[in-house]
């Protein structure tokens, strides 16, 4: 029996997480989760499962909570209540589906009181992949992959030697406007950008897909969880979605890993490794009645952001704190319609160079950088 602790449980991997403890109740029990202003929803999910500590974002909602719940859960807020839920004393493992880089410090301290971590909270490696590797490597912790293409990836690597690697291939679906010329983005709307051909997620991954960013923090993610430099990460088109990833070896063979597009099944992955659950034969891949899968070389001046991600991941040090920060605040803006599509990798382009660039940036230094990296994405609009 595993003990989950999820930090982000009202969201899209939140909730596909719980389906996944759900099915298996004789291998998991959910002991601590956490959300955010989502109190209809987190109420159901705690009638269902009643975990021992339940962790919400604003003090008002806490205090509603511990009214209605008299008693039966612990319930904490903010920053110090995700904390709380990282660190559930029976937790086995940390599943970190928050949205940005607000998972940073509770993941730091789950580390330390030595939790393996589920990492789907891409936005906490791109903000501080050093700190994290450093001190999952000093605290002995597993790092499990939830991304898909990570996921994917890990299982293409099977423990094989890195020397015997030449590259990571990362696919890329393309996201709502793959077809796209750059003078068609010029006017998209929300609603548009929020339709995505392959995979059902939250608004803010949903955008970043739609302008490559996502594609772009991954690149970053891959690097920190695989220890590899960026001239061997690559990200070619795959509209299909089903190679999830694949690892080139220096003799040329290819290992790829296919599968429905599903999050379920890399979640579960994460949770269960090394070994694996059934999956209902209806569930699994069928390429006959899909026949055909294809594959297109990225063109980087369509898709800036991924260029962006590149050159501030080659730059290291705080540049990828800052490139997500304001990705993080641009994406807002346009969610919250004060912005157009492409304002968004042009708001992010001023962000890296306006920033004031740090080699080797302390905790103190990429909080810092992240604050005020969004403070000067706010500022860019009046
Ligand atoms: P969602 O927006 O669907 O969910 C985010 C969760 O985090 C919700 O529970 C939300 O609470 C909570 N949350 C958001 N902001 C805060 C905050 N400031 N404080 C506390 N809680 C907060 O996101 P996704 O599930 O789509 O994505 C989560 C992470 O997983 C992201 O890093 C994303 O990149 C990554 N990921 C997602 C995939 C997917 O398929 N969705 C695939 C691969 C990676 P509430 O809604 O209650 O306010
Ligand atoms: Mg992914």
């Known amino acids: ?15 596909q997480t719980l389906d996944v403890i759900e099915q298996h109740p ?32 604003d003090k008002k909602d806490a205090e509603d909570l511990r009214m209605r719940l008299g008693g039966q859960s612990l319930v904490y807020y903010g920053q110090e209540g995700l904390i709380e839920a990282a660190v559930a004393r029976e937790a086995h493992i940390l599943v970190n589906a928050v949205m940005g880089s607000v998972g940073l410090v509770p993941t730091i301290h789950a580390i330390q ?21 450093e001190l999952a490597e000093k605290h002995n912790v597993s790092l499990l992959p939830v991304d898909s293409e990570h996921s994917a990836i890990f299982q293409c690597l099977n423990g094989e030697n890195a020397q015997q690697v030449d590259r990571l291939i990362l696919t890329a679906s393309g996201g709502s406007f793959r077809d796209y010329t750059r003078e068609q983005l010029a006017d998209v ?30 690149v ?32 040329g063979s290819t290992l ?26 209806s569930k699994r891949l069928n390429l006959w009645e899909i026949g055909k899968l294809h594959f297109k070389k990225m063109d980087m ?46 708001y992010i382009e001023k962000a890296l160079e306006h920033h004031e660039f740090i080699e080797q940036p302390t905790l103190e230094e ?17």
């Open 1 to 15: 029996m595993k003990n989950i602790s999820l930090l982000g449980a009202t969201g899209s991997i939140g909730i």
């Open 26 to 57: 004789e291998q998991f029990r959910l002991t601590a989760i956490s959300f955010g202003k989502n109190v209809e929803k987190g109420m159901e999910i705690i009638e269902k499962f009643k975990p021992r500590i339940i962790a919400v974002q």
């Open 113 to 133: 009181a030595g939790k393996d971590i589920a990492i789907a909270n891409k936005e906490t490696l791109v903000t501080a992949g050093h700190i994290i590797m």
């Open 189 to 218: 709307t929300v609603d548009e950008a929020l339709n995505h051909p392959n995979w059902s997620m939250g608004a803010k991954i949903t955008i970043d897909s739609a302008t490559m960013m996502n594609k772009g923090l991954e």
């Open 220 to 251: 970053i993610e891959a690097h920190w969880l695989f220890n590899m430099p960026y001239s061997k990460i690559d990200v070619i088109l795959h509209k299909e979605s089903i190679i999830h990833s694949m690892v080139e070896y220096k003799d």
């Open 256 to 281: 790829a890993h296919l599968g429905n597009p599903d999050m379920r099944v890399p979640i579960q992955y994460a949770l269960t490794y090394p070994e694996r659950l059934e999956l209902a034969p």
């Open 301 to 346: 001046e369509r898709f800036r952001c991924l260029k962006l991600a590149y050159l501030a991941g080659e730059k290291g040090g705080t540049m990828t704190t800052a490139l997500n920060a304001a990705n993080e605040a641009a994406v807002g803006l346009f969610l919250e319609r004060k912005i157009s599509f492409l304002a968004i990798e042009e």
């Open 366 to 382: 990429i909080q810092a950088i992240d604050t005020h990296t969004r403070q000067y994405v706010q500022s860019l609009l009046n």
